[in-house]
């Protein structure tokens, strides 16, 4: 990965996005999901497995795009862990103890 060049990179994204969408227009294989269905959305676990995993990648090359994309990334993580945290309920540790 690291000897890729910033044309590689953006042939393959560019070809990736191609095959997806000549897969929807010309009816592509997608006998392993139903019509319609969307996908379910990543697990808050892999989605920062995931931003991990991009941080490592650009963390220790000075190229200013990579400092934008771990910037990206930074305030990606923080968006989703105060939109997880929003979604949490107060409890009480007597909620989970039944009287006997």
Known sequence: MEQSTD???YQAVM????EREGGDI???D????EEGAPEPYPTYCK???AVSTLV???EHDGDPVSR????VLA?????TRSKRSGALKTTHITDHFQRT
């Open 75 to 79: 305030s990606f993580a923080h968006q």
């Open 7 to 9: 044309k590689e990179i």
């Open 15 to 18: 070809a990736t996005w191609k």
């Open 26 to 28: 010309s009816g592509g």
């Open 47 to 49: 989605i920062f497995q």
């Open 68 to 71: 934008k994309l771990e910037d």
């Open 30 to 33: 997608d006998d392993d999901q």
């Open 56 to 58: 490592q990648c650009v």
